[in-house]
């Protein structure tokens, strides 16, 4: 059965807390977007001190969309984050991977919807994970890019025991096109969120995939 990490995209705290209890309870992992408009015109809530309250009842994980992300390793870890994820677009991927190794974290690396996987390939025998965008990174809703499944079969084939994340324009059509391809992991947002008052059988349509 395919993994459902619900992922939020929020500059305010208020909307990012109501997504999480909506949550909890009904997944393991929750994805928190992060965006400081260095590496995509967007900013998200950055206190990460906030999500300490959650972090013994949901498994946090952070995407980090920023052209800077090890500067904000030290406060998701310490925040109770247990999963941090780079994009390969960041200014110095090489300088995260190196300095997070000082936390207890897995570490994931992300590639950008029109990315290809050769940017990717060097980094991926060193994550616990790869999240690959099916979309453009920025904003919730994003049109899903259906060359992107290709990679995700590349990712595959090269390392078959590597999960693989997927995040973007995930429906119950696009979540089956990914994990045929093989994706384990699915990141949903607007799919999950837009029927707030069915959420556990939006969960179980998607697991069922």
């Known amino acids: 059965m395919v993994d459902i990490i619900p992922g939020i995209l929020e500059q305010e705290w208020e909307m990012i807390e109501e997504r999480l209890r909506l949550v909890t309870g009904l997944v393991e992992w929750v994805q928190i977007d ?4 260095t590496l995509i015109p967007n900013t998200t809530f950055l206190d990460f001190a906030k999500f300490k309250a959650y972090s013994d009842k949901l498994s946090l994980e952070a995407h980090f969309m920023v052209a800077n992300p090890e500067k904000y390793i030290k406060a998701a870890a310490d925040a ?4 941090l994820i780079v994009h390969v677009e960041a200014h110095d991927p090489r300088l995260f991977l190196d300095q997070v190794k000082y936390e207890d974290v897995e570490v994931g690396v992300a590639l950008d919807g029109p990315t290809e996987f ?8 060193e994550v616990d994970v790869v999240e690959v965008m099916m979309v453009e990174a920025g904003f919730a809703g994003g049109t899903f890019l259906p060359e992107c499944v290709e990679k995700i079969k590349s990712i595959h084939s090269y390392l078959p025991d590597l999960p693989i994340e997927v995040s973007g324009g995930m429906t ?4 089956r096109l990914v994990t045929e391809a093989g994706a384990s992991r699915l990141v949903v947002n607007s799919f999950l969120f837009n029927n707030p008052g069915n959420i556990k059988s939006v969960l179980e ?4 995939v």
Not at 80 to 83: A, D, I, L, S
Not at 172 to 175: G, H, Q, R, S, V
Not at 205 to 208: G, H, I, P
Request: no cysteine.
């Open 118 to 125: 050769e940017t990717i390939e060097p980094f991926l025998e």
């Open 205 to 208: 349509q998607l697991r069922a």
């Open 172 to 175: 119950e059509k696009t979540a």
């Open 80 to 83: 109770g984050f247990k999963r």
């Open 34 to 37: 992060v965006a400081d408009n």
